[in-house]
């Protein structure tokens, strides 16, 4: 899923200076997941900006709404209403749900209460890593199913660096070392003579290098 | 001979060879490169010239390697991945060679949260194995990465950069059953000679040399040994806290520590250590990473027997 965070409320309050009426618009799939942008979540915001708003004596009305997800068109299209009605919207989705909902609404700043921080998974509750860089050509099936772009630091295709030390990289002895991983899993596997091949330079143009990314499939297209 | 440069040659005539690194300044300033290029001519048969090391931005290799070519000195260029392209590094390489370069040591380079500019973008768009391949096609096959020919048009005559090609490895970073095989890639990728991270821990280094010996790299590739003039007790006890990938024994900082005079123990310490691992199969020569003290690097290659150069 991707994972967010949601960003200060200083910042926040920020954002929302000189808007009267917003919306707070919670997302209800990745970032409900991973507990940033959820219904609760809104839940959570909206009492909190409404206790600020009244504390520094601001006029803010917060209305709260969530849709099942913000990066598809028939969920944001029922909003038109709610969003003609306020002066902004504060997204709690990805930075896909923010940009999709002001595509749709032009008019109507949308702003976002997020930070899109990656694609990972809950190792447990409250905890979330990456694992995944988009990189749009997969390589793990060379490397134990352990990927190499994200969890490696300098994303090496061809083993450690010098700085691999007890398990851990380099950059922070809380990080897994990504080759640590990988050698254990191919040797678990058996398969560790495949890592002596030397990978060649990686075609950088599947991934966000070859510039925003498009996919077109036209057995399903309407 | 790949590049005919004097490493080249001192290596392939099979004497042993003797390194030294040249950190160039965090500055514009040619005295002091100049003045570091001074005290080590004559003194070793080639000067790495180390590229933003520790991600601290400095005057670059390149530049700072002319500047100690013209002073009759070799150098041997380092290129790290964190901070260019294939466009750039192949760019910078035929300029390299172009000012007479011939020494290119290929790295991945440290982590840019170490350096002064922790909130830059990394590049890493290639490692440094696939860095080693890519000059190598470019000096034997005579084709950039791309696989176009290194012509500037078709009647314009191919002038490939022809570099003497090495590689680092750390033969103290885990995993160690990796550390061999990681070797043996590089010499595959294209490595003509290994300089090796500094060896403060005999024991491991053997055990990785044994290994490196029974796969036949060392007669594939130049091994040079990494080794450190340690100039305090603060010095090594700092690079215990702080530098990833070494191996330092308590009992050389007790050492250190012990030493009415620490300047001369960590002399004494590094013509012992140049004078045991000379015994080791495989090792063809030292690399002398003093530093920030390179001025003592004449003293040290004296004292162990290693003047006149060849």
Same mark, same amino acid.
């Given at each position: 899923?991707?994972?967010?965070?949601?960003?200060?409320? %200083?910042?926040?309050?920020?954002?929302?200076?000189?808007?009267?009426?917003?919306?707070?618009?919670?997302?209800?799939?990745?970032?409900?997941?991973?507990?940033?942008?959820?219904?609760?979540?809104?839940?959570?915001?909206?009492?909190?900006?409404?206790?600020?708003?009244?504390?520094?004596?601001?006029?803010?009305?917060?209305?709260?709404?969530?849709?099942?997800?913000?990066?598809? $068109?028939?969920?944001?299209?029922?909003?038109?209403?709610?969003?003609?009605?306020?002066?902004?919207?504060?997204?709690?989705?990805?930075?896909?749900?923010?940009?999709?909902?002001?595509?749709?609404?032009?008019?109507?700043?949308?702003?976002?209460?997020?930070?899109?921080?990656?694609?990972?998974?809950?190792?447990? #509750?409250?905890?979330? #890593?990456?694992?995944?860089?988009?990189? /749009?050509?997969?390589?793990?099936?060379?490397?134990?199913?352990?990927?190499?772009?994200?969890?490696? %630091?300098?994303?090496?295709?061809?083993?450690?660096?010098?700085? %691999?030390?007890?398990?851990?990289?380099?950059?922070?002895?809380?990080?897994?070392?990504?080759?640590?991983?990988?050698?254990?899993?191919?040797?678990?596997?058996?398969?560790?003579?495949?890592?002596?091949?030397?990978?060649?330079?990686?075609?950088?143009?599947?991934?966000?290098?070859?510039?925003?990314?498009?996919?077109?499939?036209?057995?399903?297209?309407? | 001979?790949?590049?005919?440069?004097?490493?080249?040659?001192?290596?392939?005539?099979?004497?042993?060879?003797?390194?030294?690194?040249?950190? $160039?300044?965090?500055?514009?300033?040619?005295? #002091?490169?100049?003045?570091?290029?001074?005290?080590?001519?004559?003194?070793?048969?080639?000067?790495?010239?180390?590229?933003?090391?520790?991600?601290?931005?400095?005057?670059?290799?390149?530049?700072?390697?002319?500047?100690? @070519?013209?002073?009759?000195?070799?150098?041997?260029?380092?290129?790290?991945?964190?901070?260019?392209?294939?466009?750039?590094?192949?760019?910078?390489?035929?300029?390299?060679?172009?000012?007479? @370069?011939?020494?290119?040591?290929?790295?991945?380079?440290?982590?840019?949260?170490?350096?002064?500019?922790?909130?830059?973008?990394?590049?890493?768009?290639?490692?440094?194995?696939?860095?080693?391949?890519?000059?190598?096609?470019?000096?034997?096959?005579?084709?950039?990465?791309?696989?176009?020919?290194?012509?500037?048009?078709?009647?314009?005559?191919?002038?490939?950069?022809?570099?003497?090609?090495?590689?680092?490895?750390? $033969?103290?970073?885990?995993?160690?059953?990796?550390?061999?095989?990681? @070797?043996?890639?590089?010499?595959?990728?294209?490595?003509?000679?290994?300089?090796?991270?500094?060896?403060?821990?005999?024991?491991?280094?053997?055990?990785?040399?044994?290994?490196?010996?029974?796969?036949?790299?060392?007669?594939?590739?130049?091994?040079?040994?990494?080794?450190?003039?340690?100039?305090?007790?603060?010095?090594?006890?700092?690079?215990?806290?702080?530098?990833?990938?070494?191996?330092? $024994?308590?009992?050389?900082?007790?050492?250190?520590? /012990?030493?009415?005079?620490?300047?001369?123990?960590?002399?004494?310490?590094?013509?012992?250590?140049?004078?045991?691992?000379?015994? *080791?199969? /495989?090792?063809?020569?030292?690399?002398?990473?003093?530093?920030?003290?390179?001025? *003592?690097?004449?003293?040290?290659?004296?004292?162990?027997?290693?003047?006149?150069?060849?």
């Amino acid at each position: 899923m991707i994972v967010g965070e949601r960003k200060p409320l %200083s910042e926040i309050r920020e954002m929302l200076k000189g808007y009267k009426k917003v919306l707070v618009l919670g997302c209800r799939t990745c970032v409900a997941v991973c507990m940033a942008g959820g219904d609760k979540e809104v839940e959570l915001l909206g009492s909190q900006l409404r206790i600020a708003s009244k504390k520094d004596g601001d006029e803010l009305e917060i209305v709260e709404d969530s849709v099942e997800r913000q990066c598809d $068109p028939e969920y944001i299209e029922p909003l038109k209403e709610k969003v003609e009605q306020c002066d902004a919207v504060l997204s709690m989705a990805c930075g896909c749900g923010v940009q999709f909902m002001a595509e749709r609404y032009v008019d109507t700043p949308v702003l976002p209460a997020i930070n899109t921080n990656f694609i990972g998974v809950t190792e447990s #509750t409250g905890v979330w #890593t990456e694992r995944c860089a988009q990189c /749009g050509n997969c390589v793990l099936h060379l490397t134990g199913g352990i990927c190499p772009i994200a969890r490696c %630091s300098k994303s090496l295709l061809n083993g450690p660096c010098g700085g %691999s030390h007890d398990g851990k990289c380099e950059i922070d002895p809380g990080v897994p070392c990504g080759w640590q991983l990988i050698y254990d899993r191919m040797a678990k596997l058996g398969l560790l003579e495949k890592l002596e091949e030397v990978i060649p330079p990686k075609d950088w143009t599947t991934s966000r290098d070859g510039g925003p990314r498009k996919i077109v499939r036209e057995d399903v297209k309407v | 001979m790949k590049a005919g440069s004097n490493l080249e040659r001192v290596l392939t005539e099979g004497n042993f060879a003797v390194t030294a690194e040249l950190g $160039p300044p965090k500055s514009a300033d040619v005295e #002091t490169v100049h003045k570091k290029a001074d005290i080590l001519k004559g003194k070793v048969d080639a000067v790495n010239i180390t590229d933003n090391q520790t991600a601290i931005v400095r005057m670059s290799s390149i530049g700072a390697a002319k500047l100690v @070519l013209d002073k009759g000195l070799e150098p041997v260029v380092q290129m790290v991945c964190r901070d260019r392209n294939r466009i750039a590094m192949q760019s910078d390489i035929l300029g390299a060679y172009a000012l007479g @370069l011939k020494n290119l040591l290929c790295l991945t380079g440290d982590h840019q949260k170490f350096g002064n500019h922790p909130t830059a973008k990394n590049v890493f768009d290639l490692d440094s194995l696939q860095l080693l391949q890519m000059f190598k096609r470019m000096r034997d096959d005579k084709v950039f990465q791309c696989g176009e020919e290194v012509r500037n048009s078709k009647k314009a005559p191919i002038v490939e950069p022809r570099l003497f090609l090495g590689a680092a490895e750390n $033969p103290f970073a885990h995993p160690y059953e990796f550390r061999a095989i990681r @070797l043996k890639k590089k010499v595959n990728a294209g490595a003509d000679f290994i300089q090796t991270q500094l060896i403060f821990d005999v024991p491991r280094f053997k055990e990785w040399m044994k290994e490196v010996v029974g796969m036949g790299l060392h007669e594939k590739v130049f091994i040079l040994a990494g080794v450190m003039p340690i100039k305090s007790p603060r010095v090594i006890e700092y690079m215990k806290a702080n530098v990833a990938g070494l191996s330092i $024994p308590d009992a050389l900082i007790q050492r250190m520590k /012990g030493a009415s005079d620490p300047k001369e123990e960590g002399v004494t310490f590094v013509v012992e250590m140049i004078n045991e691992v000379r015994q *080791i199969e /495989g090792v063809r020569g030292v690399h002398i990473m003093a530093v920030e003290w390179e001025e *003592i690097v004449p003293t040290i290659v004296e004292r162990a027997g290693l003047l006149p150069r060849p």
